[in-house]
């Protein structure tokens, strides 16, 4: 299991909370409703596809939700790799229950679980520099999805807008690197200051303004390692290096043996495939 991978409580309660309100406003389940009363139910989470597991505490507390008297135990935690046909965990209780949660537990899994995975394929593909997810994150979902990053060992980029100055090119159309960089530094001394850069010359002129993070944008390789270069002649303040745009499980080593810290990428919040896993549920009365 990877180390730090477990969203905070608090997201993990609320997040639930809105997918079942989602789901059960404003008769509950009308369907399993309809089953005799007293069925008790015996259930298996089953991975179909081989990954990386994420999204356990969801599923646990959906589950806690819907009904008190369902038990969820797991023989598979976050952060673990997991194989076809694996049984990562036993759900038992009431019947109607536990069909229920079922989807909006599986939900949770296969979303979070396929982050973990693509995550962890370019973790792979990238050695030598660490991946860092983005912003790009499913609106109110965002620190469960940073945890199943954390999950396929991945790095987490700022959580949101208050964690440090990230200078993009739409604000650079207002204020000038060296400018833009002053400003930050007066009016927030004590956080990092993070430029992106298109081109080589906006390189030199964050070097020269004092940046303490390059995000380097839409380079190609050459050009990366051009930047790399102009970093190392600054001396022994050499800022932060990220790479970004459309980098993907095919590229990232490319990327990763320019010398760069760190490859950012979107698509591992934003378009990861979900993990195929099921619920395999046995009835007795």
């Given at each position: 299991?990877?180390?730090?991978?477990q969203?905070?409580?608090?997201?993990?309660?609320?997040?639930?909370?809105?997918?079942?309100?989602e789901?059960?406003?404003?008769?509950?389940?009308?369907?399993?409703?309809?089953?005799?009363?007293?069925l008790?139910?015996?259930?298996?989470?089953?991975?179909?596809?081989p990954?990386v597991?994420?999204g356990?505490?969801?599923?646990?507390?959906?589950?806690?939700?819907?009904?008190?008297a369902v038990?969820?135990?797991?023989?598979?935690?976050?952060?673990d790799d997991?194989?076809?046909?694996?049984?990562?965990?036993?759900?038992?209780?009431?019947?109607a229950?536990?069909?229920?949660a079922?989807?909006t537990?599986?939900?949770?899994?296969?979303?979070?679980?396929?982050?973990?995975?693509?995550?962890?394929?370019?973790?792979v593909a990238?050695?030598g520099a660490r991946?860092?997810?983005?912003?790009?994150?499913?609106?109110?979902l965002r620190?469960?999805e940073?945890?199943?990053?954390?999950?396929?060992?991945?790095?987490?980029?700022r959580?949101?807008?208050?964690?440090?100055?990230?200078?993009?090119d739409n604000?650079?159309?207002?204020?000038?690197?060296?400018?833009?960089?002053?400003?930050?530094?007066?009016?927030?001394p004590?956080r990092?200051?993070?430029?992106?850069?298109?081109?080589l010359?906006?390189v030199?002129?964050?070097l020269?303004?004092?940046?303490d993070?390059?995000l380097?944008?839409?380079?190609?390789p050459?050009?990366?390692?051009?930047?790399?270069a102009?970093?190392?002649?600054?001396?022994?303040?050499?800022?932060?290096l990220?790479?970004?745009?459309g980098?993907t499980?095919?590229?990232?080593?490319?990327?990763a043996?320019?010398g760069?810290?760190?490859?950012?990428?979107?698509?591992?919040?934003n378009?990861?495939?979900?993990?195929?896993i099921?619920?395999?549920?046995?009835?007795?009365?």
């Amino acid at each position: 299991m990877r180390a730090g991978v477990q969203p905070p409580i608090g997201a993990v309660r609320l997040a639930v909370a809105r997918a079942l309100e989602e789901d059960l406003t404003p008769l509950g389940d009308i369907t399993s409703g309809l089953l005799p009363a007293g069925l008790i139910g015996d259930a298996d989470f089953v991975v179909r596809t081989p990954g990386v597991l994420a999204g356990v505490a969801c599923a646990t507390e959906t589950f806690a939700q819907v009904d008190a008297a369902v038990v969820v135990d797991w023989a598979a935690a976050d952060g673990d790799d997991v194989d076809a046909k694996q049984l990562i965990g036993h759900v038992s209780g009431p019947l109607a229950s536990i069909l229920t949660a079922e989807r909006t537990a599986l939900n949770f899994l296969g979303h979070l679980s396929g982050i973990a995975t693509l995550t962890h394929e370019l973790v792979v593909a990238a050695a030598g520099a660490r991946i860092w997810d983005t912003r790009k994150t499913t609106p109110g979902l965002r620190a469960l999805e940073k945890a199943a990053v954390r999950a396929g060992g991945g790095v987490n980029h700022r959580g949101n807008l208050s964690d440090w100055v990230l200078l993009k090119d739409n604000h650079l159309t207002v204020l000038g690197i060296e400018e833009a960089v002053r400003l930050a530094r007066e009016q927030w001394p004590a956080r990092t200051v993070h430029v992106e850069c298109d081109s080589l010359d906006q390189v030199e002129q964050a070097l020269h303004a004092g940046a303490d993070a390059l995000l380097l944008d839409n380079m190609t390789p050459e050009e990366v390692r051009g930047a790399v270069a102009l970093a190392g002649d600054h001396g022994d303040t050499r800022p932060l290096l990220e790479v970004s745009g459309g980098i993907t499980r095919e590229t990232a080593g490319l990327y990763a043996r320019t010398g760069v810290d760190c490859i950012s990428v979107g698509a591992i919040t934003n378009s990861a495939p979900v993990l195929d896993i099921g619920l395999d549920i046995e009835v007795s009365s």
